[in-house]
């Protein structure tokens, strides 16, 4: 059992917890994720690691309330447990494994949308205690549903708010503050890294590939077994079939078919659109416990 330390609701219908998991906490790296399980028939949960504390042993998740798995997962409160918190699973960022002089001498724009604030957060702060400083760009669509503005400002060089309607921050969405920063003022990125719903990493690649800048996506398709064997969470990534439980979740972005992609997310909703990727599929669609395919929702 993993004991809940501490629960709350950073805004409407999303959530924090920190999670008693020492040995995902000893190991984990940013990028990678844990899979939760409420109880011995519930469905699995994958969700991005948002912060760890080695010393502490707690690893801290955030997530939106999108389906009845994650309904029930908000009721939880502290000293409530999760039946399993399995992790760290997936690859660690690419940076990590970088010499860190040549990290230094990179400009980094991350760029985070809405939920996807939260695994973005860990991947500044290791930049940063490693003598990192990067620009971050955080997209909500207003000022209720920005999420962990302070924690971001503490650990990014420059932060940059935008908000769809204009509420706080600049007006607009996380390309056209792209297109601010690097049009008109004129910045240089070698690399960007933006993390959102699918469509805004679809714009933003879109966009980047016009400026040239390299840029890595972390996808969240939807996930059962976590081990690459259910095959639930196939992608298309350069014209090669890869599964973001195992070979990501990080991508080249400039690769990655995302028409498919949110496709494919569409066609998970309904028990006819699983019926019929296991026909286009084939058997590797097992689905948790022999039971089909499954949402992770
Ligand atoms: P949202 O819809 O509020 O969007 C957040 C920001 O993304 C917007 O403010 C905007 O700046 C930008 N954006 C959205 N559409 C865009 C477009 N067409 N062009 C350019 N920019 C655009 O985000 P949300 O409601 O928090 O998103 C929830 C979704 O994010 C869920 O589907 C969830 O699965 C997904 N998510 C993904 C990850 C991940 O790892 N990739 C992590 C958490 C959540
Ligand atoms: Fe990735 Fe099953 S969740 S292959």
Redesign the pocket.
Known sequence: MYRILNAKELTSNIYLMDVEAPRIAKSCLPGQFIIAKLDEVGERIPL?ICDYNREAGTITIVF?V?GASTEKMSALKEGDSFRDFTGPLGMASEFVNEDISVLKNKKILFVA????T??VYPQVKWLRENGVSCDVIV???NKE?LILENEMKAVAGNLYI???DGSYGFKG???EQIKELVNNQGNKYDVCIA??????????CLLTKELGIKTI????PVMVDGTGMCGACRVSVGGEIKFACVDG?EFDGHLVDFDEAMKRQQMYKSEEGRALLRLREGDTHKGHKGKGCGGNN
């Open positions: 991005t939106q999108i949308g809405g939920v996807g939260a695994p997209g909500a669509k549903l935008t908000t769809d969405m996380v390309t993390i959102g719903p699918m469509i805004m990493m679809k714009f933003v996506v972390s996808l969240n979740p």
